[in-house]
């Protein structure tokens, strides 16, 4: 097995969900990548299984507590384990197509899905989690994100997409949004397909393409034309 995602959530039961079918699912179930949860609450050790408490300081909602998740974590990912540990948060840097292929290109993942208002700063510290993010906006749990990381990833592995999509072609690949597309047939409710694509002419098509991603990203996301001097992928 050549990538190794494990997941340690409160809820094992929301895995592999969307990830159990389509490409992602079908790549599971040929062994091209393996998931396995681990429930949190397995490594309280009180009689309730408390694994939150009350904010130190004060205030509204509750904290994973350091010590049930450090255990949960010790178990998952020995201190010999080379995969990377990630906490999804929304205090993590956003995750980007270029952290993706590395992570794709490594051999696994451990991933700690929050609940509550997050979890306390010493396990984060302690155990080495990178905090990565999957947007700027609010879940109510790390699960969905850490379900979107892994859909991007898993993706990626060789042999996971076949020749219906092209990993090199696509969105942010190159630091541009990708072209529009078409498809039969010709013309639709009065709307022709432009005529360039029509031709039979490679470079025209190419450069059409090319015009048509630098128009949607500098109208859309100028942001990404300005991170391109450095190179995308790594
Ligand atoms: N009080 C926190 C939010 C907690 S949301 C704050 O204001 O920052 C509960 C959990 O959902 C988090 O611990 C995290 O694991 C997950 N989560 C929420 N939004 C997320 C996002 N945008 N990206 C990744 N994980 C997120």
């Known amino acids: 097995m050549n990538f190794r995602a494990t997941v340690l959530t409160l809820y094992p039961e929301m895995f592999p969900g969307p990830l159990g079918v389509s490409l992602a699912g079908r790549a599971l179930s040929e062994g091209k990548w393996s998931l396995e949860t681990v429930q949190i609450r397995d490594f309280a050790t009180d009689r309730h299984r408390t694994v939150d408490d009350t904010p130190a300081g004060g205030g509204a909602g509750m904290v994973m507590r350091a010590d049930v998740l450090a255990r949960a974590i010790d178990h998952a990912s020995p201190a010999d384990d080379v995969r990377p540990r990630l906490l999804m948060s929304p205090r993590g840097l956003p995750l980007t197509q270029r952290r993706v292929r590395q ?107 090319r015009g048509e991603a630098e128009r949607l990203t500098a109208a859309r996301r100028p942001d990404l034309l300005e991170d391109r001097d450095q190179p995308f992928e790594k």
């Open 103 to 209: 992570l794709a290109g490594g051999q696994g993942v451990i991933i700690v899905c929050g609940r509550f208002e997050g979890v306390d700063q010493r396990v984060i510290e302690a155990r080495g989690l990178e905090e990565v993010s999957v947007g700027d906006y609010i879940l109510s749990g790390g699960e969905p994100a850490a379900l979107v990381l892994l859909d991007a990833v898993v993706r990626l592995l060789p042999g996971v997409m076949g020749n219906e999509m092209s990993g090199e072609e696509e969105s942010f690949e190159k630091g541009l949004l990708e072209h529009p597309h078409y498809t039969r047939p010709p013309e639709w409710e009065g709307r022709p397909i432009p005529e360039v694509l029509l031709s039979g002419n490679h470079a025209k098509i190419a450069a059409w393409r």
